[in-house]
């Protein structure tokens, strides 16, 4: 059973270029989160997502930043006008259910914004 | 919400028990203690959870104190491979989702 898939692993932007990171969740798993990390700091939650609905999105800067799970196709966490302080690494996790369940992460895109 | 408290930093020998401890003494009576850990900038990897009982599996072991104010996660043979960033999330529920809440979490370093 796959994990997690995250792509690209490495993605590298100019400032006011679009980034687009994808998540393919665990199969059979319908729930979806993104956390990004900055460096030498913790994961800091964004966004939970069903299959085309947005649960939780408390964590998401308010502007640049989209979050979408369409019914066919990975989960992709979009950024619009990256700037430098949007450098960090984004990591993609699902989980089974909503209650007890752990969430299982995947490896990581780590965007770099020259 | 229930936060967590751990030290920063712990060092352990190679084969022998690794006890990461973790204060938690807002959580309340429906949270989930979970255990998580990264390795070197990996996505973070998960160890175990539980909710008032003892729990072991594969990875490790979990002792949660009858007040619940307090855990202990347990690795029983530690080996180089489990030095990481360890974290203790108490689960926060917020509408219909579940929400993790990393703090900086406990530096394992294994040593030979």
């Known amino acids: 059973n796959a994990g997690v898939m995250q792509n690209p692993r490495h993605l590298v932007r100019r400032r006011g270029q679009e980034a687009r990171l994808r998540c393919s969740p665990m199969?059979?798993?319908?729930?979806v989160y993104w956390y990004r990390q900055l460096p030498e700091e913790g994961l800091k939650f964004m966004v939970y997502?069903?299959?085309?609905?947005?649960?939780?999105e408390s964590g998401m800067p308010k502007e640049r930043f989209s979050a979408e799970f369409p019914k066919e196709g990975p989960s992709i966490l979009r950024i619009q006008q990256v700037v430098r302080g949007d450098s960090a690494a984004y990591f993609c996790?699902?989980?089974?259910?909503?209650?007890?369940?752990?969430?299982?992460f995947g490896p990581g895109t780590r965007l770099t914004v020259t | 919400d229930a936060k967590t408290t751990q030290p920063p930093s712990m060092d352990c020998a190679e084969g022998r028990a690794a006890n990461l401890p973790c204060n938690h003494s807002?959580?309340?009576?429906?949270?989930?203690v979970y255990w998580y850990r990264q390795i070197h900038s990996q996505g973070p990897q998960y160890i175990i959870h539980?909710?008032?009982n003892n729990e072991t599996n594969e990875m490790a072991s979990l002792i949660i104190t009858e007040d619940r104010k307090s855990s202990t996660l347990i690795l029983p043979h530690a080996t180089l491979r489990d030095t990481a960033v360890y974290y203790c999330?108490?689960?926060?529920?917020?509408?219909?989702?579940?929400?993790?809440?990393f703090g900086p979490g406990t530096r394992l370093s294994v040593l030979p």
């Open positions: 999330i108490v689960r926060v529920a917020r509408n219909y989702g579940q929400n993790f809440v």
């Open positions: 539980g909710l008032k």
């Open positions: 996790a699902s989980s089974l259910g909503q209650d007890s369940y752990e969430q299982y």
């Open positions: 997502l069903q299959k085309e609905n947005i649960i939780d």
């Open positions: 199969k059979g798993h319908s729930h």
């Open positions: 807002t959580i309340s009576g429906n949270e989930y």
